[in-house]
């Protein structure tokens, strides 16, 4: 809280934030061409407070996305490759006895930063996992009877890599709960990838990105886009699309509560990314596939051929109060 | 108590509904009231409306307990019985007021609605005028507001609530329309009202003393309306008969000893045509029916003529009712007078109006016939200075003696009087009728409106081989109250004294509008009985309507209604509109002439209304983004006049 005053001493200028928000937006859309939407979203799932689960096939740009958005926003980054012999103190970190000084010494994992890359989250064993998902929901981390608060801000981005089936271990949907949001970025279209190929090296021109935000600025802009304002009319909707999902044939498992609640932040975050008054029904429809798509059960023997198509389904269904 | 608890003042937003509600179902109450109830109706409102105000606490429950008993006790006193409409609806009145005291939630106020409603309802008890039905309607939906609005949003305008108040009696008028068509009526009430024992008898009574009927004449109330088959007959024929007062006790005449009379068969020969014609009586609370002189039939039941062609009801008239009756206004008595009954006619008190009994007797032995008598005494009263006046001087106990000789002014009542008396001085059987004269006619309505102020008193004399015959000296002496009817007489006469003049034609006309009026809601609405029932269920093609048949159509009736309402609500239903915004919006919508898709967003419907290239981009721009502030944004005023310029603009 007293860090939160601080805050909102330095960063409270509304034109500062918004003017750190374009910025932002310009750089990662000129290195990840073509994904302005992709980009949009990672940035209110950050706005947001929560984490980010990118489901797509290798070399599609997901690793890069993350590393800029660390870079652009200034955050401390960590990668951290899951595999099947990842053990939960590769992720956390371990207790280390230091014979010269006769003590234990605790030796941070990669968790320990305020941007972490999980790579092909679903290859580590459940175990991994885990340790992963609970460090995410708690915000802190317990290592030998101490308890360790993780930086803030604080926000994961996991792949997963939906083409291998053989020996990974897919996050159930109480696991997937955790995330915010899941986004696919998919594949470029003609001039993007026109560009890519012909343009400079990507990596290279991350490390040239300078930092714009630092991590004081992320929490203001944080704030802000909690304080965006929600008129009953949006809440009217909201509840409409949850009591669609809820009660409509095509759907096992409705929105939860806790999903209502995703869809109310993840729109005003995404209302405070876009500039608007407040949160617009062009918001809830444009968060609303990636905050219901992992989060839906079709019913069996349904039509839809993806997550996207029935949560495009819903949005065509149910009419704005 | 130790510590006072003061009221939260959550109740200062709808008590002052509660308090116009219960105001408004008083209203028709007050003129009956004793003032005292009044006075603490009034009193009980303003401190209540004080304590919450004033955040004050509300009196003990002592305080309360104590005021109610004195409240019920003083009803007691007042009425001296707390059964009947009067003390029933006092009492009412009073502990509404004492409810008021303790209204502490909304549960409470609900209980004070309950009692305003049934406040009103026990208003018709006591009389139904034609404006009673518009004003019943009116506390209804007063109290409907009052009731709507204790769950009302705080940005709720009166005007809201009075039109969902409104609406929602309208949705059930139709029940209460059919329900009142076809619940069987039946003859014997299931319970009777009590009828008000305060409740003075109107009209003519049963006895005649000097002023009675003047200050009968005062009043401007309906007695009866008569509406006739053919032509009305010419006002010097409309006597109508009602009582017959036989006894004399020297000041005030009376129908004493009912046996006199019946001893005596006096036969009616009718001559001439018969009269047709049916009379709408208003209630008197006596028993006396009255009739076109000389009644031959009528139809109310259980009405039977007396042994002086009176008409008498076994009941007392307690209601408004109406009767068809056949008269002749020609006709003779021919009846054999016995001597007992001869006597009887003839008997006055020895000692009283010693002068009258002189001249009579000095007057009759000059004349040297009983019929040159009697036309001497009406030359007296033609030709002597008597004058027609409605306000005679007092007349103390030899009245006719002081009437006669010394003030020599009067109404119809001392001019029969007098007159019987100086016949029955001179030995000539004669008897005074009560009744009314004359009447006034409703061309708008067609029918015959007798008020009080008809009411007259006349005499009948029996002449040997002529029978009974009607004598009105009141004729003799002002013959313009015969021929033109009391009230114009009237201003003919005194009134003119006064510097007043008969009223304009324009109010006439409305008078006689609203009497014309009133004449039919009496005859459809609350005379809706039995009979008329029964006609009006065979005119809609009820064979041999009975109970159950009406009751069978009444549950039918209301069901269908009950789903006809339901299905039209439901057709009618649209989703509420939030705000004015949305509505604003959909007036934008209408403009384009395009439907919006289900889960279609603003933005998208604008895009594609551009598209068309028929709207104009910039204010379809300027619509729609005035639109999400006004709708989705914080509270702003200026996005909503934005939005209604730019779309006012649109055309």
Redesign the interface.
Known sequence: MQRGNIVEKLHTSEEAQRAVIERARDALGGIILGKNEQITLSLACLLARGHLLIEDLPGLGKTMLAQSLSRVLGLSFQRIQFTSDLLPADIIGVSVFRQNRGEFEFQPGPIFSQLILADEVNRATPKAQSALLEAMEEQQVSVDGTTRSLPEPFFVVATQNPGDQIGTFPLPESQLDRFLMRIQMGYPNEDSERELLTGADRRLMLKDTEADASPEMLLALQQSATAVHVSDALIDYIQALVRHTRESADIEIGLSPRGAQALVAASKALAFVEDHSGAYPDDVQAVFTSIAGHRLKPAGGTQFRSPAELCQHVLDSVAIP | MIQARGTDGSLLSSLPWTMTALAVSIVPHLPYLPIWISIALFGCTIWRYVIEKRRRSLPSVWLRGLLALACFLGVLVTYSTVSGVGPGSALLAIMAALKLLETRKRRDQFVLLFISIFLVMSALLREQYLWSFPYLVVSIIVIMAAWLRMSAAHDETARQTFSTGGRLLLYAAPLAVAMWIFFPRIAIPFWTVPIDTGTATTGISDSMSPGDVSKLSQSDAVAFRVKFEDTIPAARDRYWRGLVLTVFNGRTWSMNDPFAGSRVHETVTEKGDPIKYQVTLEPTHQPYVFALDMPWSWTLERTFMGPQQQLVSARPIDQRVAYDAVSYTGFSTNADLGNYARSWYQRLPDASNPRTQRVAKEMRSAAGSDNAYIEAVLRKFNTEEYFYTLEPPPLGNNSVDRFLFDTRRGFCEHYASAFAVMMRAADIPARIVLGYQGGEVNSMAGHLIVRQSDAHAWNEVWIEGRGWYRIDPTAAVAPDRIDLGASDAAFQGVGAAWGLSAPSQFLHQLSMTLDALDAKWNDWVLGYGPDKQNDFMQRLGMHDPDWQKMMLTMIGLIVGLIGLISVLLALRYR?PA??RA?ILFRRFIKKTGLEP????????FARRAMQTGTLPAESVESITAAY??A????T?EF?IARLKRAVGTMG
């Open positions: 989703p939030k705000d949305a898709g289900t889960g279609e967003t603003a933005k998208r999400h502030d709708r989705y944004g914080p702003d996005a």
